[in-house]
C-alpha cells in the first residue's frame, strides 16, 4: 500500500522533517492533513480555523468547488505545455489581469512564485536603464524601503530591506538602497545619476503589515516621473482583492488614481497553486516617436520560465479571479476588515497596542518583548491561537496576521474573534 494512504502508518510526519528535511523554516509543531471551506484538519482529526491560508494564499479557500472543477476538466486536458507555443488559459489570464485587474493597457509575463515575479521586476529596471541611460552609463539601482520583504532569491534578498534575510549570504546583489518608509523626501535625496527604479510593497506584510501613506504614493508617482524611474509595485501578499481591490495600492486612501509601472503578484492568484505574475505598463519608454513599449523591453531570449503560466495553473487562476469578482468578494473584505478592526479595538486590552492594516489583511499590534526574546510575542499569541483552534501568522516579533479566507464567514469571523480575545488575555 502508498505510505500516504496510511499517514498514521510508521514513523510520525514531524519525524519524518527531523530526518529528510531542510530545517529552514521555525514551523509550529502541526501537521495539516486536510482543508475544507475556512477550516483545516490535523493528522488527529481536530479542526482548526484557517485564518493563515498559507500566508494569503487561498482566497476562496479549501476545496473550493469552481477551482476542483477546473482542475478536474483542465488536467483532463493538458497539463503542461513550454512556453516555446501557445496556451490559451495563458492568454486569457493575461487579458483579465490587464483588463479587469488593471484596467490600464500593459502585458503580462508568468512564473510560479513572488520571489522570481519580483525577480523580473529588477530584471526589468535594469533592462529600462541600459536603455535609457544616465550621464554616467547604464542605470541599474533600485530603491527598496527598509522593513519590505521581496522574496529568498539572491535578488529577492538584496532588495529586501530586512538584515536577518541576508546573514550568511554575502557577497549580495549590488545596487539596492532601503529607504525609511513613508519618507518622501529620503526619496528625493536618495536619487542618484544610477538609479533606475524604486519597488516598495504597497502595504508591507512581512515587516509588519504598514501600509504606504496615499501621500507617499502619489509622491512617489511624481518623483519617479521627474527622474525617469519605473514606480514598481510587490503586491505578491497584498494584491488580489484581499485590501478591497483586486489591485491593493487602490484600496489606499488618496492613491487610487497612482499608476505604477509594474506590479508583481502570486500568492493568492493560484488558489493554492504556485503561480506568479508581473504586469508591465504598455507604455512608451521615451518620448522619442516609436519608442519601444516597457511591456516589450524583456523581448525573446531575454527571460523566461519552464512551468510559467502553464494551461492548468493559469485556468486555476483565471477561475480564482473570475469566482473573487463573481462573488462580491472584494467589496465585502473591505466592510469585513473595517469590523474586525472595530470589534478588535473595542475590547479595550492594554495587549493591544494597534490594528494595523485594511481588508482582510491584518495586523494585531502587541506590546514589544524583550530584544532576542524567545518565543516572541508574535509566536506566544500564534500557539495560544493554534492550542484553541485557530491559525494566525506572525509578522515579525511583536505583530501577528488575520489573513482569513475571502469567502470567510460572519460566524467563522465571530468564532475566530472568540479565540483571539481568549488567546489574547492567556498571555
Ligand atoms: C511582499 C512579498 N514579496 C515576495 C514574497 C516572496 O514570495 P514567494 O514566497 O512566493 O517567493 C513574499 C512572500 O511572503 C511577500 O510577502
Redesign the pocket.
Known amino acids: 500500500m502508498h505510505p500516504l494512504t496510511q499517514p498514521l502508518a510508521g514513523v510520525a510526519t514531524s519525524e519524518l522533517f527531523a530526518r529528510h528535511v531542510v530545517p529552514n523554516y521555525g514551523r509550529f509543531p502541526l501537521t495539516i492533513a486536510r482543508g475544507e471551506g475556512s477550516w483545516v484538519w490535523d493528522e488527529e482529526g481536530k479542526r482548526y480555523l484557517d485564518f493563515a491560508t498559507g ?1 494569503a494564499v487561498s482566497p476562496l479557500g479549501h476545496r473550493d468547488p469552481a477551482v476542483m472543477r477546473t482542475i478536474r476538466e483542465q488536467s483532463e486536458t493538458l497539463l503542461h505545455c513550454s512556453n516555446l507555443y501557445w496556451n490559451r488559459p495563458q492568454g486569457l489570464l493575461a487579458r483579465f489581469i490587464s483588463e479587469r485587474m488593471m484596467a490600464a493597457p500593459g502585458k503580462v509575463f508568468f512564473c510560479n ?4 515575479a ?1 525577480e523580473t521586476l529588477i530584471k526589468l529596471a535594469r533592462k529600462f536603464g541600459s536603455l535609457r541611460p544616465g550621464p554616467e552609463g547604464p542605470r541599474y539601482e533600485v530603491l527598496t524601503f527598509e522593513g519590505s ?4 532569491t539572491m535578488a ?1 534578498i538584496s532588495a529586501t530591506g530586512q538584515t536577518k534575510v541576508k546573514t550568511g549570504f554575502a557577497p549580495l546583489l549590488e545596487g539596492f538602497r532601503h529607504l525609511p518608509w513613508n519618507d518622501l523626501a529620503a526619496v528625493q535625496e536618495a536619487i542618484r545619476p544610477q538609479t533606475a527604479a524604486i519597488l516598495l ?1 504597497p502595504l508591507q ?2 515587516g509588519g503589515i504598514r501600509p504606504a501613506d496615499g501621500d507617499f504614493l502619489q509622491g512617489l508617482a511624481r518623483v519617479c516621473r521627474e527622474h525617469d524611474l519605473l514606480l514598481m509595485f ?1 503586491e ?2 497584498c494584491g488580489i482583492g484581499r485590501l478591497g481591490h483586486f489591485a491593493g495600492w487602490k484600496a489606499i486612501p488618496g492613491a487610487e488614481a497612482v499608476l505604477p509601472d509594474a506590479v508583481s503578484w ?2 493568492g492568484m493560484g488558489g493554492g497553486l504556485p503561480i ?1 505574475s508581473a504586469w508591465i505598463a504598455s507604455r512608451p519608454i521615451s518620448g522619442e516617436p516609436g519608442a519601444t513599449l516597457l511591456s516589450d523591453v524583456l523581448g525573446p531570449g531575454s527571460h523566461g520560465s519552464t512551468f510559467g503560466g502553464g494551461p492548468l495553473v493559469a485556468a486555476v487562476s483565471l477561475t480564482v479571479l473570475e469566482e473573487i469578482e463573481a462573488r462580491g468578494l472584494i467589496p465585502r473584505a473591505a466592510q469585513l476588515g473595517r469590523e474586525i478592526r472595530e470589534a478588535v479595538l473595542s475590547w479595550n486590552l492594554p495587549m493591544v497596542r494597534e490594528v494595523r492594516g485594511m481588508g482582510l489583511m491584518l495586523g494585531i499590534v502587541l506590546p514589544p518583548g524583550d530584544p532576542g526574546a524567545s518565543p516572541t510575542p508574535a509566536a506566544r499569541l500564534t500557539q495560544a491561537a493554534m492550542e484553541r483552534g485557530l491559525l494566525l501568522v506572525p509578522a515579525g516579533t511583536d505583530v501577528v496576521r488575520l489573513l482569513p479566507p475571502l469567502t470567510v464567514s460572519s460566524e467563522e469571523i465571530a468564532l475566530a474573534l472568540d479565540i483571539l480575545k481568549t488567546s489574547l488575555a492567556s498571555l
Open positions: 500566508i512564485s513572488g520571489a522570481e519580483n520583504f521581496h522574496g529568498r529577492g510593497e506584510g512581512e510587490d505578491v501578499q502570486a500568492k506568479g
